[in-house]
């Protein structure tokens, strides 16, 4: 397991959102996120098999939005701007019409000022369970309203809600409902089986 880069100091606190976003397209080809500490994160790339299984996740969600149209799927690659100044992607995201509306052009140009009413996050080889746990605190108290953590490995999908005991749901041979945020989106964890 390779461990993350954190950078701190006042300089990296000091660095402004257009300075931060300049070094992220500076290194497109590393994973980069900021804390609400504003300390610089990077992250390892994660191996081929987890992402395939990230692909499929995106693909699945994509898919149930095309036939309901209610918002828009982000994948890893994209940026939000939380409330507490932390700047994170999770894996696979959704985030509504209404919220996207809201935005201007050039905001959604850059890391959208927004929290996603649904994420993913995908444990993989390189990622500390715990470190995604607390990732996934940190955006139930962002504003996310229905957040997994899939754990391949041992089959599991950890749930997340506000104001909602954490429920962990054991084994991949079943599908697991985003109801009532998603309507009718349900995730084939089989398909994770690769």
């Known amino acids: 397991m390779l461990d993350k880069i954190v950078l701190k100091g006042k300089e990296m606190q000091h ?26 994160i990077i992250m390892s790339p ?36 939380l409330p507490d100044q932390s700047v994170k992607s999770p894996d696979a995201s959704w985030l509504s019409h209404e919220k996207w509306a809201r935005l201007t052009i050039e905001e959604k140009e850059r890391f959208a000022p927004v929290c996603p009413e649904f994420v993913v996050e995908l444990l993989s080889k390189t990622d500390r369970l715990q470190d995604l746990q607390h990732k996934m605190e940190e955006w139930i ?32 041979q079943q599908l697991i409902s985003a109801n009532p945020i998603l309507p009718g989106f349900r995730l084939n964890l089989k398909k994770l089986n690769r």
């Open 15 to 40: 660095l402004s959102d257009e300075e931060f976003f300049t070094f992220c397209q500076a290194n497109p080809e590393i994973n980069i996120e900021r804390n609400s500490q504003r300390e610089i």
């Open 46 to 81: 994660t191996g081929a098999l987890s992402s395939n299984r990230n692909a499929e996740i995106i693909a699945q969600l994509r898919n149930w939005n095309n036939k309901k149209n209610l918002g828009i799927v982000f994948d890893s690659s994209g940026g939000f701007t």
């Open 141 to 172: 108290q962002n504003g996310v309203q229905l957040g997994w953590l899939i754990d391949p490995e041992n089959e599991a999908v950890h749930v997340y809600q506000p104001q909602q005991a954490l429920q962990t749901i054991y084994g991949f």
